[in-house]
């Protein structure tokens, strides 16, 4: 149980131009889910908290306007990552879980965003 | 301002050695210690540690935690290059999985 699907895995886009990638819980209903980015050789770090059916909580020195998070059922969460830069190039997860799942919090497989 | 730390933060070990990986941990609200061992790709969960002196085991990978002293361990046996990987400790501070992880140690086993 508690399979978390991400797509795209990789994607390349050009500056300026608007990115999508979709993190769905396959087999469970999570009404929170989280993204990540981590850098080359740098651990995950939290961006934000994305909440069914409200805003998603964005943490400090995320800028909310330009990574936008959609959670509109409780399968499907999505980062936009709008007008974006080479700076913006990183590997971004998504993670779900239940919290009394004694198999912890699930990622989805990432994706590889390079901006050129 | 909660912080997760580990050490060391690399180490090379031969086939068949021993790895001890640490996480130190100080936040305000614990409720639980994940590890997860990380390839390429996404992270993949390990173990997940609520309460204090209990080892978890699942084949050559064991852990233990010391929710007095905040800190676990992470103990690798009988090292195969397999285990070459980066491993995230992670603590989590609330029931819905938000996690903040240590910088991760990266672990080369050579043959």
């Known amino acids: 149980g508690a399979v978390v699907s991400q797509h795209p895995s990789w994607v390349i886009c050009k500056s300026g131009t608007s990115v999508k990638i979709e993190c769905r819980s396959l087999?469970?209903?999570?009404?929170?889910m989280f993204w990540y980015r981590q850098f080359p050789k740098q651990s995950l770090m939290l961006m934000a908290t994305?909440?069914?059916?409200?805003?998603?909580?964005?943490e400090q020195g995320v800028e909310k306007d330009k990574f936008l998070i959609n959670h509109a059922s409780l399968t499907l969460s999505t980062l936009t990552v709008t007008s974006a830069h080479p700076e913006d190039s990183s590997f971004y997860i998504c993670?779900?879980?239940?919290?009394?799942?004694?198999?912890?919090?699930?990622f989805g497989s990432g994706t590889r965003l390079t901006v050129v | 301002e909660d912080k997760v730390v580990q050490s060391p933060l690399s180490l090379v070990v031969h086939e068949g050695d021993t790895v001890t990986l640490n996480c130190s941990y100080e936040?305000?609200?614990?409720?639980?210690l994940l590890w997860y061992k990380q390839e390429k790709k996404a992270p993949t969960f390990l173990f997940m540690l609520?309460?204090?002196?209990i080892e978890k085991k699942s084949g050559r990978l064991s852990s233990i935690l010391d929710k007095k002293e905040l800190f676990s361990i992470l103990n690798i046996t009988a090292t195969q290059t397999g285990d070459s990987a980066v491993y995230l400790c992670?603590?989590?501070?609330?029931?819905?999985?938000?996690?903040?992880f240590g910088a991760g140690t990266q672990v080369v086993v050579t043959p």
């Open positions: 992670a603590v989590s501070t609330d029931s819905w999985g938000k996690l903040q």
């Open positions: 087999d469970f209903q999570a009404t929170t």
């Open positions: 993670s779900a879980g239940k919290a009394a799942n004694n198999y912890g919090y699930t």
């Open positions: 994305s909440n069914e059916g409200s805003k998603a909580t964005y």
């Open positions: 936040v305000t609200n614990f409720r639980s």
């Open positions: 609520t309460s204090s002196g």
